[in-house]
């Protein structure tokens, strides 16, 4: 067993509180910015900020999905969603730069042993860095 992370960039013209405040609203704007990799989202309680619990299944691959129960907190320009139905835990964190933002997400888990934690360290992370990529990408077009 070993971590296992994927991380992407983006930047974004808008400033950092609106991307904040963007990236923390899962009643309107997280379900506009997800790609198809996501279904059956709900927000289970909260929906702004600090305290919001969503579910989603995370459809990889065409065989491999996750059910994700993330609680959400937020602590300055960093926004943490910590799985309850495992080790997963993803953070996005905005930085100014230029006349706009940064942004980055990183998602981080105990990946498994043997050589099926080999399969899962060497193919997850790159399946996974196209799916935040088109989460970052729809969040730039999300923010005009």
Known sequence: MGQVSASSSIAVSAAPEAVVTALSDYETVRPRILPEQYRDYRVVSGGQGDGTVAE???QATS???R??????????NTITER????????R???VPS??????T????????????GFFERTFAPRGLEKIQAQVLANLVKELG
């Open 56 to 58: 989603w299944t995370l």
């Open 105 to 116: 997400t990183k998602t981080e888990w105990v990946g498994a042993g043997g050589i099926g």
């Open 63 to 65: 065989k491999r999905s």
């Open 92 to 94: 996005w964190t905005v």
């Open 67 to 76: 059910n994700v129960k993330a609680t959400v907190s937020v602590s300055g």
């Open 83 to 90: 799985d309850g139905n495992s080790s997963m835990v993803t």
């Open 98 to 103: 230029g006349t706009g933002s940064e942004v």
